[in-house]
């Protein structure tokens, strides 16, 4: 506790406490109130997070209600009621005499940054949403930040923070404080309770039809989440990966090859359907691809909206269809698979890494290069992962080589960064990592312009493949997830895939087969070409690729197989 002392100007207007010699921003009379109780303390603060933070709850939950109506009135109050207390009955429970002072600094510090991106991009705090923040490296954190982010914070956390080591806490003997904290607790619980009571059938009803909105409550969503992240953590780390590559082997097939096989599959990053060029975009996003004779698939669907997701789901054996990220992250990928049966595989990242997804296998991280053509000390171009190729050809001695190329692509929100000068081909762009400075056609350019550059990039793979003569080649490319550019007011990606709108699900997909794979591995090029405009996901990722490339395993199955009707 700072001893304080008040200034020589005190009681008149704007007088400010000194605090060892140092001017402070608060009023004298803070000073001057009575000591409070921690319980008092944790309900203000409670009440704080309902008024300050929470407006896209209440707006979520309030949305299309006739106000007219006295019950809807009586909704909003009991339900603001409700989350007050509610949130009260966690903060009676964590704070003390001793703990309350650091613990509400950190709650509002932390609080205050969610709030700001939750507001800026309908951020919902679920455990994907979590998980994804704590694998987001310096690198994209920083590109984050902005004048607007640092007003925010001041306002409503470090003002708050401090505000808090201004207050003298009550300290009472703890055989009247254990009495009294559970006479607040229970209290707090019967208002959280008979407040829904009071309006039970339209709360049970916004739970049922708009669950999500629950991750919009204020700090105890990103509280919950992360609880249930570290715990899920915790409990897997240092537990092997449960196989699924045991049975594996490559068909009879194979024996009759008479080059080994490279394929490369890129994972894109935040690319969407809706601004591929082949698709039939109003921007020619994809010129390069469009004269390789490439199949597109227009009608392709991602997993999540986030790459903590969809990375490890379009790998493993329970797709969307089946989705459990337990069971996902504890059991091997498809990768195992393919380098169980002898086909040597590399993940090479430009990004955050393989999620999981390449544990124990070889990875390549190029995202700290320092070519001075392709990085500028934070970031790389995606062509970096085209650097070196030989190398690791040479390493796996000529044999068959699966490549995993994990690309930085559209990677917001500093879209600009995502290409390089020379493809600045839509204007007028949006040259800052803060899009509220930008209109939505400067965004549009951007983003544009970062497609056109994974359009090159593509096409440089294909190029360096078709020079591989020696090898039978192929190449397929698929995003991890989407975009949202300002649709609806929303921005980024990550939403719950249960209300994500489509703009963050639906992804570019694209094969190219040298000649010599498409027969040596009887896939009919035309036949794909015919089937490609039905609807596909990332789900057929797995199974596809284990049908093309001729390998068995009883997780195999030939109705997720996009390629299973277009093989000889
Ligand atoms: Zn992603």
């Known amino acids: 506790m700072p001893v304080l002392k008040l200034s020589q100007t005190v009681g008149t207007p704007g007088a400010v406490l000194e605090v060892s010699g140092n001017r402070h921003l608060f009023p004298a009379f803070i000073a001057r109130l009575p000591a409070i ?29 006739d106000w007219t109506h006295p019950a809807s009135w009586l909704f909003a109050a009991a339900l603001f009621v409700a989350i007050t207390a509610l949130q009260s009955i966690g903060l009676l429970v964590l704070l003390n005499r001793w703990s309350a002072k650091p613990l509400l600094t950190i709650l509002f510090l932390v609080t205050a940054a969610a709030s700001y991106y939750m507001n800026k991009y309908t951020v919902f705090f679920n455990t994907e949403m979590v998980r ?5 490296d310096v690198k994209e954190a920083s590109e984050l930040f902005s004048l607007n982010f640092c007003i925010h914070m001041f306002v409503f956390g470090v003002l708050p923070g401090l505000l808090v080591w201004q207050l003298r806490l009550r300290t009472t003997p703890l055989r009247r404080a254990i009495p009294t904290r559970l006479l607040y607790i229970v209290a707090a619980i019967a208002v959280t309770v008979g407040s829904t009571m009071l309006i039970f059938q339209d709360f049970s009803s916004l739970m049922r039809n708009q669950k999500e909105v629950r991750f919009l409550i204020t700090p105890s969503n990103y509280l919950f989440s992360l609880t249930r992240v570290v715990a899920a953590d915790t409990a897997q780390a240092n537990t092997p990966k449960i196989k699924i590559s045991d049975d594996a082997k490559l068909a009879a097939g194979w024996a009759g ?22 698709n039939g975009y109003e921007h020619q996003t994809t010129p390069e691809l469009s004269k390789l004779g490439v199949v597109n698939f227009p009608h392709a669907t991602s997993c999540g909206t986030n790459t903590e997701v969809s990375v490890p789901c379009m790998f493993s054996i329970y797709g ?27 993940w090479r990242d430009n990004q955050a890494g393989c999620k999981g997804v390449c544990d124990d296998l070889e990875e390549q ?19 970096i992962m085209l650097e070196g190729m030989d190398g690791v050809i040479q390493k796996a001695q000529n044999g068959n080589l699966f490549v995993v190329l994990h690309q930085l692509g559209n990677h917001g929100p500093a879209y600009y960064r995502r290409y390089p000068a020379t493809m600045r081909t839509f204007t007028p762009t949006c040259d800052t990592s803060d899009l509220s400075k930008c209109n939505r056609e400067q965004i549009t350019n951007s983003y544009d312009n970062g497609v056109l550059y994974t359009d090159h990039f593509l096409a440089k793979t294909i190029a360096y493949l078709k020079s591989q003569t020696s090898y039978d080649t192929a190449m397929l490319y698929l995003s991890d997830h989407g975009e949202s550019l300002g649709e609806h007011g929303i921005y980024l990606h990550g939403l719950p895939y249960s209300i994500a709108p489509k703009e963050q699900t639906e ?34 990722l797995f199974h596809s690729i284990l049908g093309m490339l001729q390998i068995e395993s009883k997780y195999y199955d030939p109705s997720l197989d996009m390629t299973a009707g277009c093989r000889a």
Not at 320 to 345: C, F, M, P
């Open 320 to 346: 969307r269809h089946d989705y459990d990220e337990a069971k996902i992250r504890s059991h091997e990928s498809l990768l195992h698979i393919i380098d169980k049966v002898g086909v040597k595989t590399v």
């Open 257 to 278: 090859r008479t080059k080994p096989m490279l394929f490369v599959l890129v994972v894109g990053e935040t690319t969407r359907a809706a601004n591929w060029g082949l």
């Open 37 to 65: 109780g921690v319980e008092r303390l944790g309900i203000l603060a409670s009440l704080f997070f309902s008024l300050t933070c929470n407006h896209l709850f209440f707006a979520a939950a309030l949305a299309n209600r």
């Open 365 to 383: 991280m190029l995202s700290d290069s320092k070519d001075p053509n392709l990085c500028d000390g934070e970031r790389c171009l995606d062509e």
């Open 132 to 136: 994804n923040i704590l694998r987001t």
């Open 507 to 540: 992804v570019p997909m694209v094969m190219w087969m040298s000649p010599g794979f498409a027969s040596s591995f009887g896939v009919n090029k035309d036949c794909l070409q015919q089937r490609a405009g039905n609807p596909v996901s990332q789900d057929n």
